[in-house]
């Protein structure tokens, strides 16, 4: 079966760094997502993994081990507002109209 | 980017009434959405991927019958929650992914549903 796995909850305070783990095991794989949610909005999209490695956007970074089903997101100079839940998120094909399969979603709670 | 509106934000309804939300891509022709369903501190899970044209197919455990979905243009899908039930209140939300295949999945605003 699909199967994705982070932590339920996580602290940190202002200007640290955060990883957030993620593991997947699913029948096929095109690509890991993260998902910023704040309580009761959508989700909004931060990163996109594909291949292995590192993909660096501003304060965020997202990183890809196909080989061992795992990724991390990386919160650097942690702020107030991020605090908020961070999904993790599998498509396990390549085909138009392929929904996400979503893991439970990590609550990262920052404090000053 | 990529919008996708979703009306209404919020609905309290009473037991056994019906209502529809709507799903629609703005500035893109959306040949698949997908309807999610999320409830207090879980994640999203998918209700049912719904395709233009034709009928909408369901997750497991999701029962077609309660959760009707007409996706009838390339901008347009609603879901319909009929005979609501207390155990129906959830957050629902839509997303569309345009035509050819994207990174992306553009998600709704979500609509918070209450059934007193």
């Known amino acids: 079966g699909q199967n994705i796995d982070q932590p339920t909850e996580m602290t940190a305070t202002e200007g640290a760094i955060v990883q957030i783990n993620c593991t997947y095991q699913?029948?096929?794989?095109?690509?890991l997502f993260w998902y910023q949610q704040h309580a009761g909005e959508a989700p909004t999209f931060l990163s996109y993994n594909v291949l292995d490695g590192l993909e660096e956007k501003g304060r965020f970074s997202s990183f890809l081990s196909r080989s061992k089903g795992y990724s991390y997101l990386l919160l650097k100079e942690l702020q107030m507002k991020d605090s908020a839940s961070y999904l993790c998120?599998?498509?396990?094909?390549?085909?138009?109209?392929?929904?996400?399969?979503f893991g439970k979603g990590t609550t990262l709670s920052v404090s000053s | 980017g990529a919008v996708v509106s979703q009306h209404p934000s919020w609905v309290i309804c009473k037991s056994g009434t019906s209502v529809k939300i709507e799903c629609r891509s703005l500035?893109?022709?959306?040949?698949?959405m997908f309807w999610y369903r999320q409830f207090p501190k879980q994640s999203l899970m998918l209700m049912a991927t719904s395709n233009e044209g034709s009928k909408a197919t369901y997750e497991q455990g999701v029962e077609k019958d309660k959760f009707l979905i007409n996706h009838a243009s390339l901008t347009l899908s609603t879901l319909t929650v009929t005979s609501a039930h207390p155990e129906d209140s959830s957050f629902y939300i839509c997303?569309?992914?345009?035509?050819?295949?994207?990174?992306?999945?553009?998600f709704g605003s979500g609509t918070q549903l209450s059934v007193l």
């Open positions: 997303s569309a992914t345009p035509r050819q295949p994207n990174e992306k999945l553009f």
């Open positions: 699913t029948s096929g794989f095109n690509g």
């Open positions: 998120a599998v498509r396990d094909r390549w085909q138009a109209g392929t929904a996400l399969i």
């Open positions: 500035d893109f022709q959306a040949t698949t």
